[in-house]
């Protein structure tokens, strides 16, 4: 092994373990993938996570220059092809292994950026957040599973957005009390969480069921290696999902909904059997 493997190689441990220890849940999902798309996936998360912290958790920090010098060293090192961040070096090299368009890291970074600042979102603003917080997540991570098969990437591409939609709109309301109340964050357009209705919590159920009746049909057309692995993160936050509806406004903004480690493995057992029939 070369220096400058070993170099990469450290790199992507980074990544790796930055997976493990800030979300359990997509670690064990991306295990699930074929041992090639593993790697690939854990360099993404360690992307968006440490970006993600930057203006969720940084608090002490000046948050805008560090998300600023973020910014710049990942196109620095998507052109260069290295940075001696192993997090972004890891990422760049997924990038480039997998042809990934440039404008979808670009609009995540935006989103990232829209985070800075106290935002109440319209229907247009919330639409652009979803797309550069999310949906452009499922992107990257479906550039990887189609490894370069152009044709199958445009035709799973709106399930794929469906899919980063619905996760990410499900973490909003698990994290309301959170968003709401330590980050000053309101993202349902047209919502009043000092008075959070029925109604409104409805109409929001109804918005997320629909993007993941969407990203199933696409799911089940992902590759082999691919599709397990998502599906078995497709069914962990539609159980946590059915969770919340079955819960009254004001319970989702008094604690973090969570789905407890025996729920998860049951999952996981369930979606091996139906697999391994053929009923995915």
């Known amino acids: 092994m070369t220096n400058m493997q070993l170099f990469h190689d450290v790199s992507q441990d980074c990544s790796r373990n930055t997976t493990e220890k800030y979300s359990t849940s ?25 970006a993600d912290e930057i203006v969720d958790t940084f608090h002490e920090y000046d948050k805008e220059i560090l998300l600023k010098e973020f910014k710049e060293a990942t196109y620095q090192a998507i052109e260069r092809k290295i940075s001696l961040n192993p997090i972004i070096n890891s990422f760049q090299i997924t990038v480039n292994q997998y042809g990934i368009d440039i404008s979808l890291v670009e609009a995540f970074l935006h989103s990232m950026e829209l985070d800075l600042g106290k935002q109440q979102y319209d229907a247009k603003k919330y639409e652009e ?10 992107l990257m991570c479906l550039y990887v599973f189609c490894n370069g098969d152009k044709l199958l990437y445009e035709e799973l591409k709106p399930g794929a957005r469906s899919l980063g939609s619905a996760f990410q709109k499900v973490n909003f309301l698990r994290d309301l009390k959170a968003d709401y109340m330590c980050l000053d964050r309101l993202y349902f357009p047209g919502c009043d969480f000092r008075n959070f209705t029925e109604t409104d919590k409805r109409n929001i159920e109804l918005d997320i069921q629909n993007d993941f009746d969407k990203a199933y049909s696409s799911i089940i057309k992902l590759p082999l290696q691919a599709r397990f692995g998502v599906y078995v993160a497709y069914k962990y936050y ?25 729920n998860k493995f049951y999952i996981v057992a369930k979606a091996g059997i139906r697999s391994q029939f053929n009923l995915l």
């Open 26 to 50: 997509f670690f064990s999902s991306i295990k699930l993938l074929g041992k090639s798309l593993r790697q690939p996936i854990f360099n993404i998360y360690g992307f968006v996570r440490f």
């Open 129 to 138: 957040y979803i797309y550069g917080s999310a949906e452009v997540v499922g």
């Open 238 to 262: 539609l159980s946590l999902f059915y969770k919340i509806k079955s819960l009254q406004p004001q319970r989702i903004l008094q604690e973090r909904i969570r789905i407890p480690d025996y």
